[in-house]
C-alpha cells in the first residue's frame, strides 16, 4: 500500500528515473577501487540476505533498548529480561529472542534525521537518504544485480510485498511480490507458476520459442525504456520459474518437515519467515518481510504487547531454522524500522512519536558475531552515547557481508557516478 | 540540515554594503539585510514576521530534528518551517515556570539573550554554531530582541508576494552561473530584498545546482526548476540548459497544427529537442482507442479505418472514440478513482439499505449517468460537493418512499437519479472535518495538503492557520435523521411494528432493509446540513484531541484557500460558497487539477507530475501549455470531451514512440509517445477481447457486460459476476482508492504479472473458451477444455445418479402398492399411486435433461473462416496488437503453423505468443 504522507522538511522526490547504461559491467576503474578497498570479497561469507522491516517504526526504548534507570516521562511500562548472553537484556515481551540472544546482534544507537514515514522507509531500506533527483535502489534490487541469480529461483521475492524501490537500477531487479502470506501447513504457491491445463513443458518451450522469434517490436529501445527492458527481463524470469519445478517447490512450506514446521508460530509473520528460510535454502538472494503496525503514537504499550509476540516467535523461529539448515553462516538477517519513537512520553495520548535520532536495528548470521550489543544510546536514549551508527553504516556492513563493495559506482543514464552507498562505513564490531 | 555558508560569499555578489537603516534603492527597493545589518551599529530594528522567522529558517532552527520538532529541543520549541508566529514568539519569550527557565531573550541585556549565546556556540548548543558573533543575521536579532522583541499584531504588513528575478534561467555551456534576486512586497507597499533571508532549492541538482545565497550553477542538459521559498512566497523558476545545438534558428521547421502543438513545441525549441514523427494509423486507432475508451480496436474496424482516405479521419475516430460506452465506463472509473469510491468505506453509508456493494456500485452508476450526458465537469462536481439527500422540496415521508421504491419489490428510481452523491461525504475516511480538508483538497484541487494539518507545508504556501480556517467548510454536514423531521420518523417507525428494545443498532438496521425490500416504507438517513453558528462550542475540543467534530456547526466564517474570508452566516449550508469559489473563473485550482490528471492519462505524466501534487514547489514543466487548456475547459463551459478532444487532436498526442536521438532521454516534455504499461482494468479487457470470437469483440466495443472498467467497486467483485478477477486487478495495480493519492493505481510492470500473462490459469481458459476465438474456428470440432468438459460430465454424472435413487425408489412404492391392492386398503392404494406418479414424472425430468446434455452446449453459429495459415496470423495479430503482421513476422508464424500438429492448437499457440509480447501489454 502506498504511503503518501510526506511531512518533514526534505523534499519529496520527483520520480526521476535514470538507466544503467554503462554502468552493468565491472569497469577497470571500478575494478581498482573494489581491489584497492581490499577489505571486501574475500571475508563474505553470505550469499542470501533476509530484510525485515517493521514498518511505522518500532520503538526502541520498549523492545530492544530499554532504560529501566530513566526518569518516569520517558521509562515506559516494560521491563527488561535477562538473556541467553549474560549482560545484555531485553523487553519482558521478547522471551523467546531473549533465549536466542545468541544468535544475533543488537545495533543501538542508530540515528538518522528523517521523521516522515515514507522518507524514513526509503531511507532504511536503501542505505541512502533520499534525495529529490534522485531514486536510490533498495537493497533487494542491488543483492539481486550483484549476485544475480541463482538457476530458476527468482532472486528477489517478497512476502508479501515491498516497500523497496528499484531506483536508477530499473524495474527489472524488482522483487517478485508473492501477494499473500503462506498459512500454517498448507500448501504454498505462488498462483501462476503451476502447469494446468494439460499444459507440458515441451509445449510451453514450444509457445515461448515462437514468442522469442516474434516479440521484436521494441528491440534496440530496451536502454532507452526501462518498462521495454523490464518486461524482458521479466518474460525470462517468469518462463524460468514456470518450467522449473525446483523454484515452484521452493515456495511450498508444507514440503517442509513438521518438526522444521514447529519452530515457528502460526502468525502470517511466522510463516512468511518459514517461507524465508526455505527460499534461502533454494537459492533466492534476497528476501525482504514486512511486519507492521508499529506506528504507535497511541496506547504503545497495550499495542506493543499485541505487536511483540508475533516479532518473538518468527524471528526466533526464523534464526533457529537457518541455523538447523546450516545457512545462518550464509545468510544476512536484518531487521529495522524506519525509526525509533520520542523517548519522552507524549501523556496526551500515552503513546510515541516519530523518532529517528535514537534507534535500534537488529543484525544476524553472513559473519556477523552474533550475541552482542554494539552501540549505546544516552541516559534517556534520546541520542547514540558517541557518534553512533548511520542507516548508511548498517547498509555498508550488510553489502560487506554479501561481498558486494558498498564503494562501487554504478552510472544512471546521465552518466552519473553513483556509489552503491554514498556515505557508510561498515561496522567493524559487527565482524569482530 | 541547511548550513550557514560565509557571509562575505553573499557581500561580493552585491553592491557596496550600506549600513543606514531603510536605505532605499532607486526603484524604490529596500537594501537586502545583509548589507543593512553588516555593521554592529546598525540601528534599524527589524520585524519578527519579515526578519526573524525567516531567519530561523534559513539557519535551519525550526527544521524538524532541531526546535521544530514536536518536542521541541532542550525545552525551546519552534513551529516546524515557521509561521505560526504566535507559537515562535512565545518560545522566544516566554520562559517555562515549571522548569524555571528564563526566557530566551532578554531585553535588557540583548547580547545575554540565550538565542544569541547558544547560536554563536558562546554557551554549548546541541545544534551547533548556528552565526558568529557580530555577522549581519547577530545583528538583526540583537536590534530585534533590543527593541523589545515584538511579535506580529493585526496591524503588522500582510505578505503580498515574492518577485523572483530572473523568471527563467537559460544555460548554455559548463560553469555558467546566475545570481538569483528576490523582493518581497508587503500590504503597506514595502519592498524590500529579502534575497539573504529565502532558503533555495534545486528539483534536479544535477541540471542547475543552487547554493544558500541563490546563486544557481550550469549542470547537465535538460531542464528543472529552483524553487525560491519565503515567507508564504513559493516561487519556481525554471532553468534550461538545450539538450542539442538544435535551438533558435538552427531549429528544424516543425509543423504545429493545434494550439497545444505550438506551446509544446515552443518549450521544445528552447531545449534543442526535435519530436519525433507522427505515428502510423494503427498506432493512432490502438492507443487512441485504449485511451479514451479502455478498448482495444476491433480487427474490422483497424482494416476500415487504414483503408480510409479520408485526411480527417482521425478527429472523426476520435469523436466516434467518445461517443462509445467504452469511454463513458472507463472515465467514471477514473473519476471514481479521484472521488475514493471504495466499499470498504461504505459500510452502513447513510441513506444506503442495500448494503456496502450496492452503495459502490450506486456510487459508479452516479458518476457513470453524468459522463454519459457530458455533463459539465463543474455541473458534475456540483452534484458531490453540495449533494444533499432530498430533491428540493421534498419533505421526509416522500424522501423515504422515494428511497425505499428503489429498494423495494418493484426497483422503481434509482440513487443515480435523483440528489447528489451523498456517499462521497459519508464515507468512514471521510468524517472529521480534517480528513475532509485533505480528501477534498485532492479530489478537486489536486492538492497534498495534509502536511498544514500540523505545521507550515514545507513546499507550499500552506500553513496550519490556512488548513484550520478551510476546516469550517467542512463541518455540520451530518448523517442521519434531521431532529426537525423526528415525528415523521416516529410515525413511520410506528407503522412497521418493530420492537425495537430487543434489537440492537446492526439488527435493526437490518431488519429496515428487509422490510424495504418488501415493500414496506422505512426511515431512511439522510445528509442534512446544519446552519452556522455564531459562537462556536469548543467546550469539546481538549477531549477529542483537537478534533473537532463533524457534526458540530460551523463557525461563523471560513477561510478559502488562498482567498476571502467567508462569511458563512447567511447560508443554510455552508459547502454552497465553496462551490462557488471552485467553479469562479479566477480559481488557480480546480480546472488545472482535472485538466492536469486528464492530460496525465493520456501522457503517462502530467504537465504537473505527479498529477496529484501541485504544490507551487512542484512547477508544471510547461506552465503556458496548462494555462492554456485549464482557460479553455473554463471558456468552453467545463466540457469534458473539448478537453479529450483538444488533447488527442493534437499531433502532440499522435507522435511516435520511436524516439530521435534529441529526444531519446525526455520523460517529460512530451516530444514522444512513452510506451506505457495498460491499466489494470483495461490490460485484463484486451486479454479477453484478444481471445473472444469475432462476434463477441463486436459485442465488447457497445456492450459492457463483463468489461473489467465497468467494475464499479475496488474488490472487483460489486455489481459483477467476474468475482475471481480480484486477483488479477491486485496484480496489475488497479486504485486501491484509500490513501488519497493517484499513486494508489500503479503502473508499474512486475514479474507476477508477466507470470499471470504466461501462465495463470485464467489467461489459459480464455485462450481455450468455448466461445473464445481458436474454438471459433472448428465449431465442429471444438478444441478440448477439459474444465468445462468435467464440469458437464460431472453433472450428466450426477443426473444419472438422480435417476437411480427414483427408480429404486418407485421399485419400493409399486411393491407396497401391490400389498395395498392385496389387503385392498384403498386410502393406502391412492397415497401409493400419487407417490408413484410424482416420482414417474421426475425420472422422465432427469432423464431429458441427461439426453439433452449434449445439446446444451450452444454450438457457435458456423461461421465461414479460413483456416489458410496467412489469413489465421493476420487475424491472430489485428485482434492482438491491431496491425497486420510485417513480412518476417508472417514468415515465422506461418512455419510454426504448419509444423503444428493442427492448425487450432497452432493458432492457439500464436495467439498466446502475441498477447505475450510486450507490444501488447503496453500503449504504444
Known amino acids: 500500500m502506498p504511503t503518501?504522507?510526506?511531512?518533514?522538511?526534505?523534499?519529496?522526490?520527483?520520480?526521476?528515473?535514470?538507466?544503467?547504461?554503462?554502468?552493468?559491467?565491472?569497469?577497470?576503474?571500478?575494478?581498482?577501487?573494489?581491489?584497492?578497498?581490499?577489505?571486501?570479497?574475500?571475508?563474505?561469507?553470505?550469499?542470501?540476505?533476509?530484510?525485515?522491516?517493521?514498518?511505522?517504526?518500532?520503538?526502541?526504548?520498549?523492545?530492544?533498548?530499554?532504560?529501566?534507570?530513566?526518569?518516569?516521562?520517558?521509562?515506559?511500562?516494560?521491563?527488561?529480561?535477562?538473556?541467553?548472553?549474560?549482560?545484555?537484556?531485553?523487553?519482558?515481551?521478547?522471551?523467546?529472542?531473549?533465549?536466542?540472544?545468541?544468535?544475533?546482534?543488537?545495533?543501538?544507537?542508530v540515528t538518522h534525521t528523517l521523521g516522515a514515514h515514507e522518507l524514513g522507509t526509503e531511507y532504511v531500506n536503501a542505505g541512502n537518504r533520499p534525495l529529490p533527483s534522485l531514486e536510490y535502489p533498495g537493497y533487494g534490487a542491488i543483492v539481486s544485480k550483484e549476485l544475480g541469480g541463482n538457476g530458476n529461483i527468482p532472486p528477489n521475492v517478497a512476502i508479501p510485498r515491498s516497500r523497496q524501490k528499484t531506483g536508477y537500477l530499473g524495474v527489472q531487479y524488482a522483487p517478485l511480490n508473492t501477494g499473500e502470506t503462506p498459512k500454517p501447513g498448507e500448501m504454498f504457491s505462488v498462483r501462476g507458476l503451476k502447469l494446468s491445463g494439460g499444459l507440458t513443458i515441451d509445449a510451453v518451450e514450444k509457445r515461448q520459442a515462437l514468442l522469442n522469434d516474434l516479440d521484436k517490436t521494441f528491440r534496440g529501445f530496451e536502454e532507452t525504456n526501462q518498462l521495454v527492458k523490464g518486461l524482458d527481463k521479466f518474460g525470462q524470469q517468469a518462463h524460468a520459474m514456470i518450467t522449473s519445478p525446483k523454484s515452484r517447490e521452493a515456495f511450498d512450506i508444507s514440503k517442509e518437515s513438521p518438526n522444521f514446521q514447529k519452530l515457528f508460530g502460526e502468525t502470517p509473520f511466522d510463516q512468511s519467515c518459514l517461507l524465508a528460510s526455505r527460499l534461502v535454502e533454494a537459492g533466492t538472494r534476497f528476501v525482504t518481510i514486512e511486519l507492521g503496525g508499529w506506528d504507535t503514537h497511541n496506547d504503545n504499550w497495550n499495542q506493543l504487547k499485541k505487536k511483540s509476540p508475533p516479532l518473538d516467535s518468527g524471528l526466533s523461529g526464523l534464526l533457529q531454522g537457518?541455523?538447523?539448515?546450516?545457512?545462518?553462516?550464509?545468510?544476512?538477517?536484518?531487521?529495522?524500522?524506519?525509526?525509533?519513537?520520542?523517548?519522552?512520553?507524549?501523556?496526551?495520548?500515552?503513546?510515541?512519536?516519530?523518532?529517528?535520532?535514537?534507534?535500534?536495528?537488529?543484525?544476524?548470521?553472513?559473519?556477523?558475531?552474533?550475541?552482542?550489543?554494539?552501540?549505546?544510546?544516552?541516559?534517556?536514549?534520546?541520542?547514540?552515547?558517541?557518534?553512533?551508527?548511520?542507516?548508511?553504516?548498517?547498509?555498508?556492513?550488510?553489502?560487506?557481508?554479501?561481498?558486494?563493495?558498498?564503494?562501487?559506482?554504478?552510472?544512471?543514464?546521465?552518466?552519473?557516478?553513483?556509489?552503491?552507498?554514498?556515505?557508510?562505513?561498515?561496522?567493524?564490531?559487527?565482524?569482530? | 540540515m541547511p548550513?550557514?555558508?560565509?557571509?562575505?560569499?553573499?557581500?561580493?555578489?552585491?553592491?557596496?554594503?550600506?549600513?543606514?537603516?531603510?536605505?532605499?534603492?532607486?526603484?524604490?527597493?529596500?537594501?537586502?539585510?545583509?548589507?543593512?545589518?553588516?555593521?554592529?551599529?546598525?540601528?534599524?530594528?527589524?520585524?519578527?514576521?519579515?526578519?526573524?522567522?525567516?531567519?530561523?529558517?534559513?539557519?535551519?532552527?525550526?527544521?524538524?530534528?532541531?526546535?521544530?520538532?514536536?518536542?521541541?529541543?532542550?525545552?525551546?520549541?519552534?513551529?516546524?518551517?515557521?509561521?505560526?508566529?504566535?507559537?515562535?514568539?512565545?518560545?522566544?519569550?516566554?520562559?517555562?515556570?515549571?522548569?524555571?527557565?528564563?526566557?530566551?531573550?532578554?531585553?535588557?541585556?540583548?547580547?545575554?539573550?540565550?538565542?544569541?549565546?547558544?547560536?554563536?556556540?558562546?554557551?554549548?548548543?546541541?545544534?551547533?554554531?548556528?552565526?558568529?558573533?557580530?555577522?549581519?543575521?547577530?545583528?538583526?536579532?540583537?536590534?530585534?530582541?533590543?527593541?523589545?522583541?515584538?511579535?506580529?499584531?493585526?496591524?503588522?504588513?500582510?505578505?503580498?508576494?515574492?518577485?523572483?528575478?530572473?523568471?527563467?534561467?537559460?544555460?548554455?555551456?559548463?560553469?555558467?552561473?546566475?545570481?538569483?534576486k528576490a523582493v518581497a512586497v508587503w500590504s503597506d507597499g514595502t519592498r524590500e530584498d529579502v534575497t539573504p533571508l529565502c532558503r533555495f532549492n534545486s528539483n534536479d541538482d544535477l541540471i542547475a545546482a543552487i547554493d544558500s545565497n541563490g546563486l544557481v550553477k550550469s549542470g547537465q542538459t535538460g531542464d528543472t526548476h529552483i524553487v525560491v521559498n519565503y515567507d508564504a512566497g513559493v516561487v519556481p523558476v525554471p532553468v534550461i540548459r538545450p539538450v542539442s545545438d538544435k535551438t533558435g534558428k538552427k531549429y528544424p521547421k516543425v509543423e504545429t497544427p493545434t494550439k497545444v502543438d505550438e506551446l509544446v513545441v515552443q518549450k521544445l525549441r528552447k531545449l534543442g529537442i526535435v519530436p519525433s514523427d507522427v505515428c502510423d494509423d494503427h498506432d493512432f486507432l490502438r492507443r487512441a482507442s485504449l485511451d479514451i475508451t479502455g478498448t482495444l480496436p476491433a480487427p474490422q474496424e483497424i482494416v476500415d479505418f487504414v483503408s480510409n482516405q479520408d485526411s480527417d479521419k482521425r478527429a472523426k475516430k476520435i469523436d466516434e472514440l467518445l461517443e462509445r460506452p467504452g469511454y463513458v465506463a472507463w472515465w467514471t472509473t477514473k473519476l471514481c478513482d479521484f472521488t475514493g469510491n471504495n466499499a470498504s468505506f461504505l459500510n452502513n453509508v447513510g441513506g444506503n439499505l442495500g448494503g456496502r456493494d450496492t452503495a459502490t456500485q450506486q456510487w459508479y452508476d452516479w458518476i457513470s449517468k453524468r459522463v454519459a450526458a457530458n455533463e459539465p465537469y463543474d455541473k458534475l462536481v456540483e452534484g458531490i460537493v453540495v449533494a444533499t439527500s432530498r430533491k428540493p422540496d421534498e419533505g421526509y415521508t416522500a424522501y423515504c418512499e422515494r428511497m425505499c421504491a428503489i429498494y423495494g419489490p418493484k426497483k422503481e428510481g434509482s440513487y443515480a437519479e435523483a440528489g447528489g452523491l451523498t456517499y462521497y461525504w459519508g464515507r468512514q475516511n471521510f468524517r472529521q472535518p480534517e480528513e475532509r480538508v485533505i480528501g477534498f483538497a485532492y479530489t478537486f484541487l489536486g492538492l497534498r495538503i495534509?502536511?498544514?494539518?500540523?505545521?507550515?507545508?514545507?513546499?507550499?504556501?500552506?500553513?496550519?492557520?490556512?488548513?484550520?480556517?478551510?476546516?469550517?467548510?467542512?463541518?455540520?454536514?451530518?448523517?442521519?435523521?434531521?431532529?426537525?423531521?423526528?415525528?415523521?420518523?416516529?410515525?413511520?417507525?410506528?407503522?412497521?411494528?418493530?420492537?425495537?428494545?430487543?434489537?440492537?443498532?446492526?439488527?435493526?438496521?437490518?431488519?429496515?432493509?428487509?422490510?424495504?425490500?418488501?415493500?414496506?416504507?422505512?426511515?431512511?438517513?439522510?445528509?442534512?446540513?446544519?446552519?452556522?453558528?455564531?459562537?462556536?462550542?469548543?467546550?469539546?475540543?481538549?477531549?477529542?484531541?483537537?478534533?473537532?467534530?463533524?457534526?458540530?456547526?460551523?463557525?461563523?466564517?471560513a477561510k478559502l484557500l488562498g482567498g476571502e474570508v467567508v462569511s458563512l452566516m447567511e447560508h443554510d449550508d455552508v459547502r454552497a460558497p465553496l462551490m462557488q469559489w471552485l467553479r469562479d473563473p479566477s480559481n488557480r485550482f480546480f480546472a488545472r487539477a482535472f485538466v492536469n490528471r486528464v492530460w496525465a492519462t493520456y501522457f503517462n505524466v502530467g504537465i504537473v507530475n505527479p498529477a496529484d501534487d501541485m504544490s507551487l514547489a512542484n512547477a508544471p514543466s510547461n506552465a503556458a501549455l496548462l494555462d492554456y487548456l485549464s482557460q479553455g475547459f473554463i471558456a468552453h463551459n467545463f466540457d469534458m470531451k473539448w478537453l479529450h478532444r483538444e488533447i488527442t487532436n493534437s499531433q502532440t498526442y499522435q507522435r511516435s514512440w520511436k524516439p530521435n536521438d534529441t529526444n531519446r532521454l525526455d520523460q517529460k516534455n512530451f516530444s514522444h509517445a512513452i510506451p506505457r504499461r495498460l491499466p489494470a482494468e483495461i490490460a485484463l479487457d484486451a486479454l479477453k477481447q484478444a481471445t473472444s470470437s469475432d462476434t463477441e469483440i463486436a459485442r465488447l466495443q457497445t456492450d459492457l457486460k463483463g468489461r473489467a472498467i465497468a467494475i464499479a467497486g475496488t474488490n472487483g467483485r460489486a455489481g459483477n459476476s467476474n468475482g475471481s478477477i480480484s486477483f488479477a486487478l491486485t496484480v496489475f495495480g488497479r486504485s486501491t482508492r484509500e490513501t488519497n493519492c493517484d499513486c494508489d493505481r500503479s503502473a508499474e510492470a512486475s514479474l507476477l504479472q508477466t507470470v499471470y500473462l504466461q501462465n495463470d490459469g485464467q489467461v489459459l481458459d480464455l485462450l481455450n473458451d468455448k466461445n473464445g476465438w481458436v474454438n471459433s474456428l472448428a465449431p465442429h470440432k471444438a478444441v478440448r477444455n477439459e474444465r468445462e468438459e468435467k464440469r458437464s460430465d460431472k453433472s450428466i454424472a450426477d443426473a444419472k445418479a438422480a435417476r437411480k435413487n427414483f427408480e429404486k425408489s418407485l421399485e419400493g412404492n409399486e411393491r407396497e402398492l401391490k400389498k395395498a391392492r392385496k389387503a385392498d386398503n384403498q386410502e393406502e392404494v391412492k397415497e401409493v399411486e400419487a407417490r408413484i406418479a410424482e416420482l414417474k414424472a421426475k425420472i422422465k425430468k432427469v432423464q431429458a435433461g441427461i439426453e439433452a446434455k449434449p445439446e446444451e452446449t450452444p454450438k457457435p453459429a458456423p461461421v465461414v473462416v479460413s483456416l489458410e495459415p496467412e489469413d489465421l496470423v493476420k487475424a491472430a495479430y489485428l485482434r492482438s496488437l491491431s496491425r497486420l503482421p510485417s513480412d518476417s513476422e508472417m514468415e515465422t508464424s506461418k512455419k510454426f503453423l504448419t509444423q503444428s500438429e493442427d492448425r487450432l492448437s497452432g493458432a492457439r499457440d500464436l495467439l498466446w505468443a502475441l498477447i505475450n509480447t510486450k507490444e501488447f501489454i503496453v500503449n504504444h
Open chain 2, 3 to 180: 548550513r550557514l555558508s560565509s557571509v562575505a560569499l553573499w557581500c561580493l555578489a552585491t553592491v557596496a554594503p550600506v549600513s543606514l537603516a531603510n536605505a532605499v534603492l532607486a526603484d524604490d527597493i529596500i537594501a537586502p539585510a545583509s548589507e543593512r545589518f553588516a555593521s554592529k551599529d546598525a540601528s534599524e530594528t527589524p520585524n519578527f514576521q519579515q526578519h526573524i522567522v525567516p531567519l530561523f529558517s534559513r539557519l535551519g532552527c525550526n527544521g524538524r530534528a532541531c526546535h521544530g520538532s514536536f518536542q521541541g529541543q532542550g525545552g525551546f520549541r519552534l513551529s516546524l518551517f515557521g509561521y505560526d508566529f504566535k507559537l515562535d514568539h512565545e518560545g522566544l519569550t516566554k520562559g517555562d515556570k515549571d522548569k524555571n527557565k528564563e526566557p530566551r531573550i532578554l531585553v535588557e541585556e540583548p547580547e545575554e539573550s540565550l538565542t544569541l549565546l547558544k547560536a554563536t556556540l558562546e554557551t554549548p548548543h546541541r545544534g551547533g554554531k548556528r552565526m558568529d558573533a557580530d555577522s549581519w543575521q547577530y545583528n538583526i536579532f540583537r536590534n530585534w530582541i533590543k527593541a523589545g522583541g515584538k511579535s506580529v499584531d493585526e496591524d503588522s504588513p500582510k505578505f503580498v508576494k515574492l518577485e523572483v528575478t530572473p523568471s527563467e534561467i537559460q544555460f548554455g555551456k559548463d560553469g555558467e552561473q546566475t545570481q538569483i
Open chain 1, 4 to 109: 503518501t504522507t510526506t511531512c518533514n522538511g526534505v523534499r519529496r522526490r520527483d520520480f526521476l528515473k535514470a538507466g544503467v547504461i554503462g554502468g552493468t559491467g565491472l569497469t577497470l576503474a571500478n575494478y581498482m577501487k573494489f581491489a584497492s578497498a581490499g577489505e571486501v570479497a574475500s571475508k563474505a561469507t553470505a550469499n542470501a540476505a533476509i530484510f525485515i522491516n517493521l514498518t511505522g517504526g518500532p520503538t526502541h526504548m520498549d523492545t530492544f533498548d530499554l532504560k529501566p534507570e530513566a526518569k518516569a516521562e520517558f521509562r515506559g511500562e516494560f521491563n527488561p529480561i535477562d538473556t541467553a548472553v549474560p549482560g545484555i537484556q531485553i523487553s519482558e515481551h521478547l522471551p523467546k529472542l531473549a533465549q536466542n540472544m545468541h544468535l544475533f546482534t543488537i545495533l543501538r544507537g
Open chain 2, 450 to 557: 495534509q502536511c498544514a494539518q500540523c505545521h507550515k507545508h514545507p513546499f507550499d504556501q500552506w500553513t496550519q492557520d490556512d488548513f484550520n480556517q478551510f476546516k469550517g467548510f467542512f463541518q455540520g454536514i451530518n448523517f442521519g435523521v434531521n431532529p426537525r423531521d423526528r415525528s415523521e420518523q416516529q410515525a413511520i417507525m410506528a407503522k412497521l411494528e418493530i420492537d425495537t428494545k430487543k434489537t440492537n443498532g446492526g439488527q435493526l438496521r437490518g431488519e429496515l432493509a428487509n422490510r424495504a425490500k418488501k415493500g414496506d416504507i422505512v426511515p431512511v438517513d439522510e445528509l442534512y446540513t446544519v446552519k452556522p453558528q455564531a459562537a462556536q462550542n469548543n467546550r469539546n475540543k481538549d477531549k477529542d484531541n483537537g478534533k473537532q467534530n463533524a457534526r458540530q456547526p460551523a463557525g461563523p466564517k
Open chain 1, 322 to 432: 537457518l541455523q538447523l539448515k546450516g545457512l545462518l553462516e550464509t545468510t544476512t538477517v536484518f531487521v529495522t524500522g524506519e525509526f525509533g519513537r520520542t523517548p519522552k512520553i507524549n501523556t496526551t495520548r500515552n503513546g510515541r512519536d516519530h523518532y529517528p535520532r535514537c534507534m535500534f536495528m537488529l543484525m544476524a548470521g553472513g559473519g556477523i558475531k552474533n550475541g552482542q550489543v554494539i552501540g549505546k544510546s544516552n541516559a534517556d536514549a534520546t541520542l547514540p552515547d558517541s557518534k553512533g551508527f548511520s542507516p548508511d553504516d548498517v547498509a555498508a556492513s550488510l553489502f560487506h557481508t554479501l561481498g558486494i563493495s558498498h564503494t562501487k559506482e554504478y552510472h544512471t543514464d546521465t552518466g552519473r557516478p553513483i556509489m552503491i552507498v554514498r556515505d557508510g562505513h561498515v561496522i567493524p564490531e559487527l565482524f569482530a
